[in-house]
């Protein structure tokens, strides 16, 4: 039997942000700072896609460019860790008291007969059992979900080993180990290289046939000189078959090839669910499973349900970043806010 819903989720939220990554953070910063009764949720930890980075891993970006609700990202240098980002963000939430449930996971956005939205809700560890269901009822639903949870899977036998992974970690248990990374963007590069470093036996495999173009210019250079010397293998215009406990079987220019491994890292990028669009009805575009929004808003097609970040841009991942995505958060907030304005306003005057 569901369990059931606590009375104070049975009160209707202005809005119910649905993931509490930077964007989703920003959002409910402005939500606060409007004075809407808001909710943040998220199936993991706060910001848990940082929190799968690589553990020694350093942002692309400068500090500034991360910030959310005006509060200073300092770091060491002037682009910050991933330990460094945490820290802000996990104290952003406790300073600015943002009421957060983690280890909640939206299963539905659901449209209600007299307006607003029931959005569905199952614990995750720790947080319970995920067999209860809670409803939460809000007038509006921002959904900054990301895309970080949803890899592009390979769809080979042996790819749900445990020893195969679609998150780079570090390269400290490897050393000595052979490790097949399947990929040749600048997540696989920069794993690559850190694995060389750490003592590990690295082979890249990648389908096409030169290394993927949007890698970084500062990574390519190296990466490239470590492949030419024979520190690093790579095997290009090669497609992975299967995966097995010691080797990953692929094929190359019509020949079959075992490549030893201890450890895979499948780096072949991620892409945004369209499944919780969907429930809400927003349109999805069958192509690029992005959804249809308001260039200006990112309101969907659904009256109410706005859509920030990545989660919006289906396989266009490489849209949208943190720093975008904050400008998307604030657009939104700043039109859900003159809605609910004008709308208070109107049932003043009607009074």
């Known amino acids: 039997m569901p369990?059931?819903?606590?009375?104070?989720?049975?009160?209707?939220?202005?809005?119910?942000?649905?993931?509490?990554?930077?964007?989703?953070?920003?959002?409910?910063?402005?939500?606060?700072r409007a004075g809407l009764d808001h909710l943040l949720l998220d199936k993991g930890s706060v910001v848990d896609a940082i929190r799968h980075y690589p553990v020694y891993m350093?942002?692309?970006?400068?500090?500034?460019?991360?910030?959310?609700?005006?509060?200073?990202?300092?770091?060491?240098?002037d682009k910050p860790t991933r330990k460094e980002a945490l820290d802000y963000y996990r104290k952003v939430v406790q300073n600015e008291a943002l009421p957060l449930h983690t280890y909640t996971h939206v299963t539905a956005v659901e449209p209600r007969a007299k307006g607003g939205f029931n959005v569905v809700t199952q614990p995750t560890p720790?947080?319970?059992?995920?067999?209860?269901?809670?409803?939460?009822?809000?007038?509006?639903?921002?959904l900054a979900?990301?895309?970080?949870?949803n890899p592009k899977l390979l769809g080979v036998p042996g790819e749900e080993l445990a020893h195969v992974?679609?998150?780079?970690?570090?390269?400290?248990?490897?050393m000595g180990r052979n490790v097949v990374i399947i990929g040749a963007g600048s997540s696989a590069a920069d794993a690559a290289l850190d694995l060389y470093r750490g003592g590990a036996r690295v082979t890249m495999v990648h389908r096409g046939a030169n290394l993927r173009h949007s890698l970084k210019y500062w990574i390519k250079p190296n990466l490239e000189n470590r492949i030419k010397e024979g520190s690093i293998g790579a095997h290009f215009q090669t497609v992975v078959q299967a995966i097995t406990p010691q080797h990953v079987i692929v094929t190359k220019g019509g020949q079959t090839l075992q490549l030893p491994a201890d450890r895979v890292?499948?780096?072949?990028?991620?892409?945004?669910?369209?499944?919780?669009?969907?429930?809400?009805?927003?349109?999805?575009?069958?192509?690029?499973?992005?959804?249809?929004?308001?260039?200006?808003?990112?309101?969907?097609?659904?009256?109410?349900?706005y859509v920030i970040g990545s989660a919006g841009f289906g396989n266009r991942t490489s849209?949208?970043?943190?720093?975008?995505?904050?400008?998307?958060?604030?657009?939104?907030?700043?039109?859900?806010?003159?809605?609910?304005?004008?709308?208070?306003?109107?049932?003043?005057?009607?009074s």
Not at 61 to 77: F, I, K, M, W
Not at 126 to 142: F, L, Y
């Open 58 to 77: 350093t942002f692309f970006t400068s500090s500034d460019r991360l910030e959310v609700g005006g509060h200073p990202l300092v770091s060491a240098t």
């Open 265 to 305: 890292y499948a780096l072949t990028g991620y892409q945004a669910s369209s499944q919780l669009l969907r429930t809400a009805g927003v349109h999805v575009d069958t192509e690029t499973q992005a959804a249809k929004l308001d260039p200006v808003t990112f309101e969907s097609n659904v009256p109410g349900v």
């Open 165 to 174: 992974s679609h998150y780079y970690d570090e390269a400290h248990p490897y």
């Open 145 to 149: 979900t990301g895309y970080f949870d």
């Open 3 to 32: 369990a059931l819903t606590p009375w104070y989720r049975c009160l209707m939220k202005d809005v119910v942000i649905v993931g509490a990554g930077p964007i989703g953070i920003e959002a409910a910063i402005l939500a606060k």
């Open 126 to 142: 720790p947080s319970g059992p995920a067999d209860s269901t809670e409803v939460i009822a809000a007038k509006h639903v921002v």
């Open 319 to 350: 849209d949208v970043f943190i720093e975008n995505g904050l400008l998307h958060a604030r657009a939104a907030m700043n039109a859900l806010v003159a809605r609910m304005k004008t709308a208070r306003q109107a049932a003043g005057v009607a």
